[in-house]
């Protein structure tokens, strides 16, 4: 099976964190911030940038696994992406990335949290089960 290539999105209603990463390597790592103005057009340019084969958006919940506000718009942007971009795209629970970004970020100051977001949801979908993926 060949490598794919894989950008891992945190989106936002002002900035998108952007992160990258190969399936043989299974290690991913921040990339850039967007905003959110932009990002379509950013994004397509990342994709062939980084030859991507597959996206991967953080999808936000409630603690309770409830969607929200956030959850809805977050859908509706994607909606909008898959229209521009033919790739395949991929949900991954987002719970506490952010937070988790930001105890990270005190250790690893080079980094800006919106990237390291994006990583560590795209790490975790690296990581879970191919039968746990889910297509957007």
């Not at 099976?1 to 964190?17: F, N, T, Y």
């Not at 988790?100 to 949290?113: M, P, T």
Request: net charge negative; with cysteine.
């Amino acid at each position: 099976m060949e490598a794919s290539q894989l950008i891992g999105l945190d989106v936002g209603q002002k900035r998108i964190g952007v992160a990258r990463a190969s399936s043989a390597a299974k290690l991913a790592e921040p990339l850039t911030t967007i905003q959110t103005s932009e990002g379509l057009k950013k994004l397509q340019q990342l994709v062939e940038q980084e030859s991507a084969d597959i996206i991967v958006v953080g999808l936000p919940r409630s603690l309770q696994g409830d969607d929200t506000a956030q959850t809805a718009w977050v859908r509706t942007w994607v909606d909008a992406a898959k229209k521009q971009i033919k790739l395949p795209f991929y949900w991954q629970d987002e719970a506490l990335t952010s937070k988790l970004a930001e105890s990270l970020k005190l250790k690893a100051k080079s980094q800006d949290i919106d990237s390291l977001a994006a990583a560590i949801i795209l790490q975790d979908f690296l990581d879970a089960p191919e039968a746990q993926r889910a297509l957007c």
